[in-house]
């Protein structure tokens, strides 16, 4: 992750595999919705949109 650049964040899905990812909830919901708030906060950040 080290040589990731721009805004990086891990976010652990606990009690949650890999493979859970691609279909089982609520891992998928949890994931998403995470990934929603990161896109939403550094997108905007880097277009200059205010996100409120």
């Given amino acids: 992750m080290s040589a990731a650049v721009g805004p990086k964040e891990v976010f652990w899905v606990e009690g949650a595999s890999h493979?859970?990812?691609y279909d089982?909830?609520?891992?998928?919901?949890t994931a998403?919705?995470?990934?929603g708030i990161f896109f939403a906060q550094n997108l905007a950040q880097n277009l200059g949109v205010r996100v409120s």
Avoid: I, K, S
């Fill in 24 to 29: 089982r909830e609520p891992y998928v919901g």
């Fill in 32 to 35: 998403v919705e995470r990934l």
């Fill in 19 to 21: 493979v859970d990812l």
